[in-house]
């Protein structure tokens, strides 16, 4: 388990999510929030969770260690949050509130001395013109712009992604602390009995608009016939199921492409292990964790450029990006003969897996205690009548540090619970949040570290940590790294 939410035990932590893993609509927003949340839990942190109610669930449960307490559907659990937090103000440390689009606006009922961090996947202001009438989509992106703004502050937010944060910053002009948290993933699989001898593409997703699946139908209308004996596996269900089953009728596609609606983990594995690639073709996410959980059985990514999906694959190395959904077919045909070729399939194999195991769920969950630590500290700090010091560096920027540690110095005791720290015998790195060279070296000076290396952190970096080897991931699998 991980050192900074081993410093989060005792704390009662308070989490608004408008779904739990339980409820039958649970997707990787309410993953990502559950897995951390039980992490701490066995670290000793009482955490409470508050959430919206499906057909037949209790209103009271326990999942993990976690206390859930359900009241009203998705539009009414806001206000019922609301009235929550309002009557047990002193009752958390923390609050961790899940912005799935339109925030719970915590600050606003928690009490100015409780400390909010925010989490968001992505930015959801497009959706909401596909998904609600004109006057309903404009309030949401009121709600998730403006008044978000206004009520969050300076308090710190924590995105999933680079892509994420972008978002923030340009679209919804979020002027606080942003912190990269990221999905963590599976743990990296033994490979089994190889994959399939035909080519074949295996897509986990749900079956909803915004994943555009219908553009890799049309894209297989083509390339079907040019890949002898391809095979498409579709794992998931969703309400564009129907619709794309006719879609693929229509297409002739009926002996390439299988439906195989939800699954078990098993049969799911069992497919991914047998793949030769998957693909995205999704408008937007905050974070690819489908394509990161193929990447842990080896399979690259065929993906059109899109926020979130770009984080989660390496162009050239775990996967190929494609700009316009037109080259997609010319693209498919492309990855499919790269990776006919044994040696090169295995390269990429290889760079998939040390990609995906730079992903764990006790990383995470060690990030963001690290967020909640750091901003408990500085409300205790307030409350004595100090100040929390803060690095001049905007929270976007990150430098990675490399050292030896001073004898009998405790590096990490020393540093921030936001700093990511490892160690490789006597060579310590760390990722300093927050911070830019001038910042480091002062850091480095107050710890009496001399550098071997001080350099900013690239997107890259800052979503695997200073843990990953990443000369392990610079097999490039195509010249010039996109193919279309």
Not at 275 to 297: D, F, Y
């Amino acid at each position: 388990m991980t050192a900074t939410a081993a410093q989060l035990g005792g704390a009662r932590i308070a989490v608004l999510n408008w779904r739990d893993v339980r409820h039958p609509q649970a997707g990787g927003a309410e993953q990502y929030a559950h897995e951390i949340a039980r992490r701490w839990v066995r670290h000793g942190v009482e955490v409470t969770w508050f959430t919206a109610d499906a057909a037949d669930q209790p209103g009271y449960d326990e999942i993990d260690g976690i206390r859930v307490f359900r009241a009203g559907g998705p539009l009414s659990v806001y206000a019922r949050t609301a009235a929550r937090l309002l009557h047990t103000r002193g009752a958390f440390d923390a609050v961790v509130d899940c912005q799935n689009g339109i925030p719970f606006f915590a600050p606003a009922f928690a009490g100015a001395d409780v400390p909010v961090v925010q989490v968001v996947h992505h930015v959801h202001q497009d959706q909401f013109a596909t998904r609600f009438p004109a006057p309903l989509a404009a309030l949401g992106r009121f709600l998730e712009g403006p008044a978000a703004r206004r009520v969050y502050g300076e308090r710190p937010t924590v995105a999933v992604s680079p892509s994420t944060v972008t978002e923030l910053r340009r679209r919804l002009g979020f002027r606080g602390p942003v912190i990269v948290v990221p999905n963590g993933s599976i743990p990296v699989p033994q490979p089994r009995g190889g994959r399939a001898t035909a080519p074949t593409v295996v897509v986990v997703s749900r079956l909803v608009p915004h994943k555009r699946v219908e553009l890799l139908l049309a894209a297989l209308a083509t390339t079907a016939a040019q890949a002898a004996g391809l095979r498409v596996e579709i794992v998931g269900d969703g309400p564009e199921r129907a619709r794309l089953q006719g879609l693929a009728a229509d297409l002739g596609l009926q002996a390439t492409v299988r439906f195989h609606g939800r699954v078990s983990d098993q049969v799911r594995d069992e497919l991914l292990s047998r793949a030769w690639l998957t693909t995205s073709t999704s408008v937007a996410e905050g974070w690819g964790c489908s394509v990161i959980e193929a990447a842990a059985w080896g399979v690259p990514c065929l993906a059109l450029q899109a926020p979130g999906i770009r984080d989660s694959v390496l162009d050239g190395e775990t996967g190929w990006l494609v700009e316009d959904p037109r080259d997609l077919s010319r693209a498919l045909i492309a990855a499919l003969t790269a990776l006919a070729d044994p040696g090169r399939a295995e390269a990429v194999a290889a760079a998939c897996r040390a990609w995906a195991a730079c992903f764990t769920w006790d990383r995470s969950a060690d990030l963001l205690a690290g967020v909640v630590l750091e901003e408990i500290r500085a409300a205790a700090a307030r409350r004595q009548g100090g100040a929390a010091q803060r690095r001049s560096a905007r929270s976007d920027m990150a430098v990675l540090a490399a050292f030896r540690a001073p004898a009998d110095t405790d590096v990490r005791a020393a540093l921030r619970a936001t700093d990511e720290v490892a160690d490789d015998g006597d060579r310590t790195s760390v990722v300093l949040r927050g911070c830019d060279e001038f910042d480091a070296a002062t850091v480095l000076a107050r710890i009496g570290a001399s550098p071997l290396h001080v350099r900013q952190a690239d997107r890259r970096l800052l979503l695997a940590g200073p843990t990953a080897s990443l000369s392990a991931l610079g097999t490039t699998v195509h010249d010039g790294g996109t193919i279309a």
